[in-house]
């Protein structure tokens, strides 16, 4: 059984959800993951935050305004009254749940279970929609299924074992509609997956049933070779491995939630990026197969934080980096890119959150510089260590930009950049002309 997952784009209008039934109904087996409806977390994000503020009015407006904004839509969803009726009772249902949350106390699982009921709407109005039409199709509850354990990690078995459970109730059903983002933690509480999770769960549930195929559905065909918001001239790329593919979703491409790649590589699950708009068209396929040479693409991440650090003790001294390692650990803050001399190192964040704190116990035994604003620029293709000539043409595509960092090496297939936040449109536009010849 195949798993397909819809953005919020995907589903944001009855138009929209009407459209979808061409992409799902087919002969094939599948289990539909949804989103949202586009801006719906947003808001509800918006109103835990009235609520935790015990701004009770502006709550009640917004929950009553998001309200309104399902009411418009299911009225244009269905045709039959019968139909409008569940769908009117199901965001009654919904919004007076929300409402509820005004009368007392907020706490952190609430706002959760506030989160959650985005996703709960969308697949419950496109469930009763493809009823109406008289298209069979089971709604699964992703509550019953997707966990997280006690370090907010997907719980893969615990998911395969209960998804198996609720499929085996439905034999013979060729198509389940079921609830992206949101899960239950390790105390059976309501949980998500964090923002834009809807990708992690359609990879998750791929990993879990051993799916063929997982399939990401957007409005672009699948990922580029630069970014199309900052360059005129991009392609999409047909074949990228799982490993090219994770660089670039980490740093920067938007189309696909960089978590998503884990759990499909683990179990070797092709994950391809097709185009609601468009879906004839190839997209990108992301898998264990290498997938050519060359140069395949650049993707820019910002709102970097470099941290250079300068030791007279680093010099012929061993555990020295393990101190430094070790405060970034304390403060929970990943590092993204690291260069070394012999006396000082650099290195990247992008939460910068504890960045003060990190600094004070960074200066205990070294000289600290910090510049903010910084951009990666993660360059993927094959760098390995038989290749000739692909840094030289990156460093040839830069030469007029001044680089803070070069981390290369780390992987055979990626080079990353470190220049000032305002060069990154020239560095995209002077890498598309150096590499890809735009
Ligand atoms: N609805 C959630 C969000 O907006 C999850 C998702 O769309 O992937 O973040
Ligand atoms: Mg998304």
């Keep these: 059984m195949k798993v397909l997952k819809f953005g919020g784009t995907s589903v944001g209008s009855a138009e929209r959800m009407h459209a979808l039934v061409d992409l799902v109904v087919n002969m094939e087996a599948k289990i539909v993951v949804l989103s949202a409806m586009s801006g719906t977390t947003n808001a509800l994000v918006e109103i835990a935050d009235k609520l935790y503020s015990k701004d009770t009015a502006q709550a009640n407006e917004l929950i009553s305004k998001l309200e309104e904004k399902y009411v418009v839509e299911v009225k244009r969803l269905y045709k039959t009254e019968a139909a409008l009726q569940k769908g009117l009772n199901l965001i009654r249902y919904h919004f007076d749940y929300l409402r ?14 506030v989160l959650a009921q985005g996703e709960l709407l969308s697949t419950a109005m496109f469930h009763y929609y493809l009823s109406e039409i008289n298209v069979e199709s089971v709604l699964l509850p992703a509550l019953n299924f997707m966990r997280i354990d006690e370090n907010d990690e997907p719980d893969l078995e615990y998911i395969e ?3 198996t459970e609720e499929l085996n109730k439905y ?10 983002y949101i899960c239950r933690n390790s105390f059976g ?11 992690y769960t359609a990879s998750l549930i791929g990993a879990a049933i051993y799916a063929p195929e997982v399939q990401i559905w957007t409005d672009i065909d699948g ?7 900052v360059v005129d001239k991009t392609h999409p790329i047909h074949e990228l491995t799982f490993d090219e593919a994770a660089e670039l979703a980490y740093f920067g491409a938007k189309i696909l939630h960089p978590t998503c790649i884990l759990p499909a590589q683990k179990r070797n699950i092709p994950v ?12 990108t396929t992301i898998s264990d197969k290498a997938s050519g040479s060359g140069i395949k693409a650049v993707a820019a991440k910002d709102g ?42 650099s290195l990247t964040i992008d939460n910068s959150k504890y960045l003060q704190e990190i600094c004070k116990e960074l200066e205990e035994f070294s000289d600290v510089t910090v510049d903010q604003n910084q951009t990666i620029i993660c360059i993927v293709g094959d760098f390995g260590s038989e290749t000739k000539g692909c840094a030289l043409k990156v460093l040839e595509a830069m030469k007029t930009i001044p680089i803070r960092m070069i981390s290369y090496g780390g992987s055979p297939f990626n080079v990353s950049l470190l220049v000032k936040g305002e060069l990154k449109k020239a560095s995209l536009v002077a890498l598309n002309k150096g590499l890809f010849n735009y």
């Design 272 to 283: 391809k990026l097709l185009n609601t708009m468009q879906p004839e068209a190839k997209g």
């Design 161 to 163: 074992r209960h998804i």
């Design 189 to 199: 509480e309501i949980d998500n997956l964090k923002r834009g999770g809807s990708d």
């Design 100 to 113: 509820a949350f005004t009368l007392d106390m907020f706490t952190a699982n609430e706002e959760k279970a």
């Design 304 to 345: 970097i934080t470099a941290i250079n650090i300068k030791s007279g003790r680093m010099l012929l001294a061993h555990g020295f980096l393990r101190s430094v390692f070790e405060i970034f650990e304390r403060y929970k803050t990943p590092i993204d890119m690291i260069t070394t001399s012999e006396v000082a190192v």
């Design 223 to 229: 990922m580029h070779n630069n970014d199309p918001r």
């Design 171 to 180: 034999p013979g059903t060729s198509l389940f509609i079921t609830q992206g």
